[in-house]
């Protein structure tokens, strides 16, 4: 931009930039601390947030309608990256010259990364590159830990690839001899490239298939028919629809080569065991339209989806974080409010509607060609947010914004030798002692802030993993302190460092400064349950009961499905005397996780609780009925244990979250008793609930087996292979029996 400016360069006026510079603005707004009175009116609900964590602490603080100012602020740094490449896009590619070599720099630098991650893909299918180790629950496809987010990038590009391989196939002039005819078939440049182009093209449409995203595959396939259905309203490009017909035989021979297996099966895990249609995003999307109805207008903040998500989450996971809504139209309704969505709808508006008109008048092909493909692009990815989260990714967002400036300059650019260069008018609002300062305090403000998570998380990381308990010396406890107190010099918007910084000089006989460093914590990240509900135990410690009772009940509500929040007051209300509260509280937490059963069984034990006050605490679920009977079982009091099992076994028809090993495990009380009959009809049972589970079906083979009924142990193994065809229990124990 400077040197733009101070060599006279016009700046051409963008379309669409100021709605996104009202965004920018809007989305520091939100960081802004404001009167509580003032917060109160603009999100009541947000005021509420605070009302029950900050405001316990600091009555007097100023708030902002963020709930996590970082969170925010890196979003403000994202989004402003995309709207300078989308700027920049636009002023660069004015000139005809770069616009063409542009373009084919970014179909080849897809082809190349496609070619590369199919390779790695069947090479070394969980690490990337050959070397990057990533968590087990990642799908690796290219550099992407996720598949989906890599296909999302490969759909943005693969149309502009079919545009320019139409765009560029030979044109033949049917009036002349064969001869002329043939020679501009075979124009070699010409051909090369169309030839090229279309390898591109095949090569993209593969990888997206090879991903195995069902979301990509669907949204191309829309995308495609859109570009289909332009060519087809141009009365000249009808012919178009046979090189297509030739282009997707291409792709289904080259599918065939590597196998439909993988998709089939991806598209085969939308059942659960139960052969119920079953989809987790549903589940995010219920859930987000709640939120949406508390935060309407002003939304909960840029980047605070995964603060406030678990506020509102029915669906229960007690290691799963929900970051993303997977559904960025509902993602920028919870953290924008309608106000974003009016500002998003502006840009589209001032995006399309001029860029349409002015292609309509152009006559250069390729001008027409490069505008439908970015569009189609554009279409596949903005279809592709209904189930993911692409734009939140740094750089697939970045490809979005280019494709903006792409189709701007497809419908502005002049290809001919025309004076103008682009149809675009030039600005007279960029001045270059205006433009200098601001373009240099976003930078350097931007590195500061990026730098400084950067030594920040440095530091941190040198003591992270240090545990630090009562008998920890005073050494490491003042060397902890101090690393944790570098870290938040640098990053002073990081909530978790002023709670670590608590813990430690809480260990060091500090309350005092332990509970300001609590207060810090909590007013840059108000909604973790965890910060607050050590502040309250913290309260506890010095004598106030109320505050602390009331910082432990906001843990809770600030994550209502997690269990161990529950547990945590509830022994607290233990500790104070209040057993009937805690039975309650502890009779909640069961309900969310029957699987912790055991560990709270430990804890009410420990309190003297009788068998019949943990039986009136259990909610009405299998499994935490089943954790009580093993523990009983275990005591050797095998006639309680029985008497519980039969309750697990009374509950199966009503049990929402019922889960195929009830049934195993009750079976095995009645194995481990030699009473085999009455554990062959639980795993019966078992079996008209899940009656693809392969190990019911093997446990039931072995039962029939004891009890002298081999022909039925044989059924039972091969209808476990017809489900998993490579078992080898099964195997093995069906050639024994033969």
């Given at each position: ?74 979003e403000f740094f994202r989004y402003l990256a995309y709207v300078c490449i989308y700027f920049l896009t636009v002023q660069t590619l004015a000139n005809k010259k770069k616009l063409e070599q542009t373009v084919y720099v970014v179909v080849s630098f897809a082809t190349l990364l496609s070619v590369l991650a199919i390779v790695q893909y069947y090479s070394s299918k969980d690490i990337i590159y050959w070397f990057r180790e990533v968590p087990n629950n990642s799908i690796v496809f290219g550099p992407y830990v996720n598949h989906n987010h890599f296909a999302g990038l490969i759909e943005m590009i693969l149309p502009i690839a079919i545009a320019l391989f139409l765009c560029l196939k030979p044109q033949v002039t049917y009036k002349v001899s064969f001869r002329e005819k043939l020679i501009s078939f075979i124009d070699p440049q010409r051909l090369e490239s169309h030839i090229l182009l279309g390898f591109s093209a095949v090569i993209l449409l ?533």
């Open positions: 931009m400077i040197y733009r400016l101070n060599n006279s360069k016009p700046i051409y006026k963008t379309p669409g930039i100021l709605p996104l510079l009202i965004f920018l603005i809007y989305i520091l707004f939100q960081i802004v601390p404001l009167p509580a009175s003032i917060v109160k009116i603009l999100s009541p609900n947000t005021y509420i947030i605070y009302a029950e964590s900050v405001s316990l602490l600091d009555p007097t603080a100023w708030l902002s309608i963020s709930i996590n100012k970082k969170s925010t602020l890196s593969l990888t997206v298939v090879i991903s195995v995203s069902r979301g990509a595959l669907i949204s191309v396939c829309l995308s495609m028919i859109f570009f289909i259905l332009i060519l087809v309203l141009r009365r000249q490009q009808k012919k178009s629809g046979l090189i297509f017909i030739f282009f997707f035989i291409a792709i289904i021979i080259s599918v065939n080569w590597f196998g439909w297996d993988e998709m089939v099966e991806r598209f085969g895990e939308l059942k659960n065991e139960r052969g119920e249609i079953h989809e987790a995003r549903l589940e995010f999307w219920k859930d987000s339209t709640k939120i949406i109805k508390d935060f309407p207008i002003t939304g909960i903040g840029f980047g605070n989806f995964g603060d406030i998500y678990p506020r509102y989450r029915s669906f229960l996971s007690k290691n799963r974080l929900v970051l993303h809504a997977h559904n960025d139209y509902l993602e920028l309704m919870i953290e924008g409010g309608l106000i974003s969505v009016c500002l998003v709808a502006w840009f589209f508006y001032a995006l399309l509607i001029p860029g349409i008109r002015t292609i309509l008048t152009r006559k250069e092909r390729y001008s027409f060609y490069l505008f439908i493909g970015c569009l189609s692009g554009i279409l596949a990815i903005l279809f592709h947010s209904f189930t993911d989260f692409n734009t939140h990714i740094g750089a697939n967002g970045l490809y979005l914004f280019f494709l903006f400036g792409l189709l701007i300059s497809a419908a502005n650019t002049r290809l001919r030798g025309l004076k103008t260069k682009t149809i675009l008018e030039k600005s007279n609002h960029f001045k270059f002692w205006i433009v200098t300062p601001l373009a240099s305090l976003a930078l350097i403000t931007g590195l500061v802030f990026n730098i400084g998570i950067m030594v920040g998380s440095i530091n941190f990381a040198s003591v992270a993993d240090i545990f630090l308990d009562e008998e920890t010396p005073i050494n490491v406890l003042k060397k902890t302190a101090s690393s944790v107190k570098k870290a938040s010099k640098f990053d002073p918007f990081e909530g978790q460092y002023y709670y670590a910084l608590g813990n430690v000089v809480s260990l060091m006989n500090k309350p005092k400064h332990a509970l300001d460093n609590y207060k810090k914590a909590i007013y840059f990240n108000p909604y973790n349950g965890e910060i607050l509900q050590q502040a309250g135990l913290l309260f506890d410690n010095l004598g106030d009961k109320k505050s602390a009772e009331k910082l432990l009940k906001a843990g809770i509500r600030t994550d209502i499905s997690n269990a161990d929040a529950y547990g945590t007051y509830a022994t607290w209300l233990l500790y104070q005397d209040k057993k009937q509260q805690s039975m309650n509280v502890l009779k909640k937490a069961l309900s969310l996780y029957p699987e912790t059963t055991g560990e709270y069984i430990a804890l009410m034990l420990m309190n003297q609780f009788e068998t019949q006050d943990i039986l009136e605490v259990l909610p009405d679920k299998v499994r935490s009925y089943i954790e009580l009977g093993n523990y009983l079982e275990q005591s050797q009091q095998y006639q309680s244990a029985e008497l519980v099992y039969k309750k697990a076994f009374s509950l199966i028809e009503i049990d929402e979250d019922l889960h195929h090993s009830s049934f195993s495990r009750i079976a095995q009380f009645y194995i481990n008793t030699k009473r085999e009959d009455e554990a062959l009809n639980i795993l019966l049972q078992g079996i008209n609930y899940f009656p693809n589970d392969v190990n019911l079906r093997i446990k039931t083979a072995k039962i029939y087996f004891k009890l002298g009924i081999p022909y039925r142990s044989k059924e039972e193994y091969k209808k476990a292979l017809t489900i998993d065809p490579k078992n080898k229990i099964a195997v093995k124990a069906l050639n024994s029996l033969f």
